[in-house]
Nanobody, 117 residues
Framework: VQLQASGGGLVEAGDSLRLACVGSGPKFGRYGMAWFRQAPGKAREIVAAINGPGLSTNYPDSVKGRFTISRDNAKNTVYLQMNSLKPEDTAKYYC???WGGGEYTYWGQGTQVTVSS
């Protein structure tokens, strides 16, 4: 599956952004999907995950209650709604896919999110 992320930008603290990730292929709805982020000098971290049917989601404490992952399998698209953005959310955001469990092996090109204080 090929992934294309979009929706990043420069916003102020407290603002919202919605990222989108469009996938190719007829079996998109069977892939587990996730959003990761990586800030300069920091390790990559997962910020949201969703299973194929979209019935199960997971978030780390750092974004829980502010970020929401969702998917529309009819459109081969996964979204990340980010509310109450903070400067520490500044990073390049990547969408990723995996078939079954295990590692995420398919990656999009990333989209930059910059939050000013």
């Amino acid at each position: 599956v090929q992934l294309q992320a979009s929706g990043g930008g420069l916003v102020e603290a407290g603002d919202s952004l919605r990222l989108a990730c469009v996938g190719s292929g007829p079996k998109f709805g069977r892939y587990g999907m996730a959003w990761f982020r990586q800030a300069p000098g920091k390790a990559r971290e997962i910020v949201a995950a969703i299973n194929g049917p979209g019935l199960s989601t997971n978030y780390p404490d750092s974004v829980k209650g502010r970020f929401t992952i969702s998917r529309d399998n009819a459109k081969n698209t996964v979204y990340l709604q980010m509310n109450s953005l903070k400067p520490e959310d500044t990073a390049k955001y990547y969408c990723a896919a995996r078939w079954g469990g295990g590692e995420y092996t398919y990656w999009g090109q990333g989209t930059q999110v910059t939050v000013s204080s």
